[in-house]
């Protein structure tokens, strides 16, 4: 069985970032990074189970390092 991906690829909006920005702007900010961070680990575990659908092991357990990678540098 062949696994097609048909999911477009989201464009990265720049994020602006006030010089001299209270505390909450900055919580708010680093929640953003944090939630894009889970959700990028998410993709990679997507990818990786696709990738096994498709036979491609290599490509599965790359995908799999690379959540594992983003998981170690999230919680460091």
Do not use: Y
């Amino acid at each position: 069985m062949s696994a097609t991906i048909t999911q477009t690829v989201p464009t990265r909006r720049p994020v602006a970032v006030a010089v001299n920005s209270d505390p909450s702007m900055d919580e708010a900010l680093a929640r953003v990074r944090r939630d894009r961070r889970q959700q990028a680990v998410a993709h990679s575990l997507q990818a990786a189970v696709l990738a096994d659908e498709a036979g491609w092991t290599d490509a599965a357990a790359g995908f799999r390092a690379d959540a594992d990678r983003m998981r170690k540098a999230m919680a460091s």
